[in-house]
């Protein structure tokens, strides 16, 4: 059984910039879930997929982005970037409706 | 708006001592998770409690859920410097509002 891997896994951009994280969902897996999880705190969940359609977004700006592939795999996709958004950004996947979420190592992002 | 609120935030203690993490939530849910996450590490899931009264053991950690209170505990027996990590619970919205709210963990520091 191939767990969630998230690639890059650390990343440095410059304000303004574009970023694209990914993220492989552990296989049976059709939900992907991403968090941004700032330094010392929980993680904020920003939005999920479920069949290649976003099921559910938290409270953050459009300029968040994802999509989720045929294979369940799925991007996180990140416009204009801002020093705040210096993050873990984690990925967890799980079947639709059944039992708990299983996370990725995630990617560290640094913006400068 | 839903909110998890766990307390402690901070707990020291030593070691073959017995303490609770409690997490409250503000509206009714269809599930809760309990998660432990080490420094530098992703999450790891503990436990899912599903329906009222739900009670689940994994070694020295005790989980528990009172929907009508909206209130669950971990309860951690005769603590090990093992269980040293920041421990997480999470709120499934399920159906009516598909997001995953978390608390903003416990960081629990068992001392030898």
């Known amino acids: 059984e191939t767990g969630v891997t998230q690639s890059p896994t650390h990343l440095i951009k410059t304000r303004g910039q574009q970023v694209t994280l990914r993220c492989s969902s552990q296989s049976g897996h059709n939900t992907v879930s991403w968090y941004q999880q700032a330094l010392g705190q929980g993680p904020q969940f920003i939005f999920q997929y479920y069949r290649e359609e976003e099921n559910g977004r938290g409270n953050f700006p459009p300029r968040f982005s994802g999509l989720q592939f045929p294979n369940y795999s799925s991007e996180l996709n990140v416009n204009a970037l801002e020093l705040d958004d210096s993050a873990r950004y984690l990925c967890?996947?799980?079947?639709?409706?059944?039992?708990?979420?299983?996370f990725g190592d995630g990617t560290r992002l640094s913006i400068l | 708006e839903l909110k998890v609120e766990q307390n402690p935030l901070f707990l020291s203690m030593q070691e073959g001592k017995n303490y609770t993490i409690y997490c409250n939530y503000s509206?009714?849910?269809?599930?809760l998770y309990w998660y432990r996450q080490d420094p530098g590490k992703s999450l790891e899931s503990l436990f899912v409690l599903l329906s009222n009264g739900a009670v689940k053991q994994e070694g020295r950690l005790m989980a528990s859920l009172d929907t009508k209170a909206r209130l669950s505990t971990l309860h951690i027996t005769a603590a090990v410097h093992d269980l040293s990590a920041t421990y997480f619970c999470a709120v499934d919205m399920g159906r009516r509002d598909d997001k995953i709210i978390f608390g903003k963990g416990t960081r629990l520091h068992i001392l030898p």
């Open positions: 967890a996947s799980s079947l639709q409706g059944f039992g708990p979420q299983h």
């Open positions: 509206t009714t849910s269809d599930r």
